[in-house]
């Protein structure tokens, strides 16, 4: 807005006034520090609204979940066996999401994965365990590498949209899951179950003590160290944050895109295949149908809360994680343990909206 003033020599000048305005510029800016904190507190606030009009008090609901997740030396173990797939599989998808490939096929790669290392299992089934567990994390994450690049060569190669060929392979693997459960690898002595075998003790992985706590946290903690230096510490690192951040700058850098989008999606598959040997090596025991609850579409949402940082990786996994066993001790109230895919739905509803939000900024004329 403006208005007319007559100076002292009577010319008439402009004398502007300060207005604001809403801008967004989806390149130039990034999400606050504040989105994924309001976010975990709007999605609690809204759910907790939900279990009220159920005739129950939230306040009650939630603190079952946090002492059954974190009240108990139990509830802790549980928490970090059910973080394990997540953080692998969160590694794996922050890893694409860093040039903006969106790899939505986690879930897929997990089950390929676990079907890998349970292949060792089946065919191999005499190996002694210093040979058998390096097979089962190699042959994982080959798989789960190989159904990434199922992703990244159609879209690199004839410009198909990774979201959908990710989306769709995630059923493909599911029903090779059925197939291998229900035919040529089911137990005959699985009381016609479908199933494989169970594995052997040089076929598991370690666990801590009496708890369920396997190896596979090791897998987990290495691949946040390396993440983190290579992202942060090497050219191979710097390069994708520069495609993450301006991929047209990129490519007059003279950065290979198409490389790089090949070997984030080689990398993303390789983890969540090594998540599904973890899972099916370390707590399952066996192939078997349903071997995942949702990890990979879970760890999608705990990428997302961390903006792909390896601690907020961390951080955001051991929250999933105690959200998922937290669900299951509501069960002792009567709630359904779903309430816990409730909350993770509604924290990734806010993260969406908060998102969106925080580009927004104001200006003055």
């Known amino acids: ?3 007319q003033v007559i ?16 801008d967004i510029d989806l390149a130039k800016t990034k999400t606050a520090w504040w989105v994924p904190v309001l976010s975990v507190f709007l ?3 809204v759910c907790g609204i939900f279990i009220a009009a159920n005739g129950m008090n939230p306040f009650t609901v939630y603190n079952k979940m946090l002492t059954g997740a974190f009240g ?3 509830g802790i173990t549980e928490t970090l066996v059910k973080a394990i797939p997540l953080l692998l599989c969160g590694l794996g998808i922050a890893v694409a999401y860093r040039i903006s490939v969106w790899n939505i096929g986690a879930e897929g790669q997990f089950i390929i994965g676990a079907m890998a290392a349970t292949a060792v299992t089946v065919y191999f089934p005499s190996l002694p365990g210093y040979i058998a567990i390096p097979l089962m994390v190699v042959i994982s994450m080959a798989a789960g590498g190989f159904w990434g690049l199922l992703t990244a060569v159609p879209k690199t190669h004839f410009q198909v949209n990774e979201l959908i060929t990710s989306l769709m392979l995630n059923y493909v693997a599911l029903l090779a899951l059925d197939y291998v459960v229900f035919g040529p690898w089911k137990d005959p002595k699985g009381f016609n179950f479908p199933g494989s075998p169970v594995f052997t003790g040089a076929q598991s992985l370690p666990v801590l003590g009496t708890t369920r706590l396997h190896f596979g946290l090791v897998f987990g903690i ?11 510490y090497t050219r191979w690192g710097y390069e994708l944050r520069l495609i993450g951040a301006n991929p047209n700058a990129a490519k007059y850098a003279g950065i290979h895109i198409n490389r790089h989008i090949i070997i984030v999606m080689l990398i993303s598959g390789g983890l969540a295949g090594l998540a599904g040997m973890a899972e099916v090596s370390g707590v399952t025991h066996k192939l078997m149908q349903g071997i995942s609850p949702g990890y990979g ?16 990786i961390v951080v955001s996994s051991v929250l999933f994680g105690g959200l998922i ?11 359904p343990s779903s309430i816990s895919n409730m909350l993770q739905g509604a924290i990734l509803f806010f993260l969406i909206g908060g998102d969106m939000l925080s580009k927004f900024r104001m200006r003055r004329n």
């Not at 579409?297 to 907020?312: D, E, Q």
């Not at 066993?325 to 709630?335: A, E, H």
């Open 325 to 335: 066993v937290g669900g299951y001790s509501v069960q002792t109230i009567g709630l």
């Open 297 to 312: 579409y879970t760890a999608i949402i705990v990428a997302w809360l961390a903006k792909l940082n390896p601690l907020g």
């Open 1 to 3: 807005m403006s208005r």
């Open 222 to 232: 290495i691949a946040v160290l390396i993440y983190f230096l290579m992202v942060k």
């Open 43 to 45: 999605a609690l606030v």
């Open 72 to 74: 108990t030396s139990y």
């Open 7 to 22: 100076s002292d020599t009577g010319a008439v000048t402009e004398k502007k006034r300060f207005s604001l305005r809403f």
